[in-house]
C-alpha cells in the first residue's frame, strides 16, 4: 500500500491563479479531509468527506473548494490564490469503524506570491 | 467554536529529562488523540483516549484525559534524541466528523 499520497510537493503560485492540489488513498478509507499548517497555529481542518459524493466544511473553509467521486480521490481546488493561503497542506484519511486513526500524506507547501 | 489550546509552545531539555505537554479544551470532548511530527515530516498518530480519566502509557510515554474529558497530557520520561519534534493533540466534539487541533508543543533534547 502506498497509503495516502499527495501532488505536487511544492507549488509557487501568483495571487489569483487557480490549482488543484490532489490526495489519494489506496487504504479503502471512507473518511477524507485536508488540513492546512501555519506556523504557531498547529493543523486546521478545511473541508472533509465521509464518503464518495459527500462533502462538509471544516473550520477554515473559504477560498477551497473540494469533491468527492470516487472513495480514492479527494482534490482540494484553490479557486483564486491568495497570499493568506501560502501554507502546508496536508490530506489525511480514515478508517471508519476503527479508532479513527488519521494516516496522513506528505503535504504540499504552497507559496503565493 | 471549538477551541484546543496547547501549552508549552517550546520545550527545551537535556536527553534524560522528562517533558510534559497540556491540552485544554473550551468545551466537553468525546475523546481525544495525540500525534507526533518530526522536522520537516507529517503528523503520525500515537494514541487515542476516550474514557473520562483514561491513562495509557506506550512505552516512556504516558497520556492522560481529564475527568471531565476538557483536559488530556503527555508525559515522557526519561527524553531521548529521537523524541524530537512536534506533539499535537486532536480533540473531537459532538460533530465526531471534525477534529480540532492545538497548536502543539516543539520538544527539542538536547543530547
Redesign the interface.
Known sequence: NAGVTQTPKFQVLKTGQSMTLQCAQDMNHE?M?W?RQDP??????IH?S?GAGIT?Q??VPNGYNVSRSTTEDFPLRLLSAAPSQTSVY?CASIRTGG?????????TRLTVT | GQQVMQIPQYQHVQEGEDFTTYCNSSTTLSNIQWYKQRPGGHPVFLIQLVKSGEVKKQKRLTFQFGEAKKNSSLHITATQTTDVGTYFCAGRGNNFNKFYFGSGTKLNVKP
Open positions: 473518511y479531509s488540513y504557531g497555529m498547529g493543523l486546521r481542518l472533509y465521509v462538509d471544516g473550520e496536508f479508532n479513527y486513526e488519521q494516516y496522513f500524506g506528505p503535504g
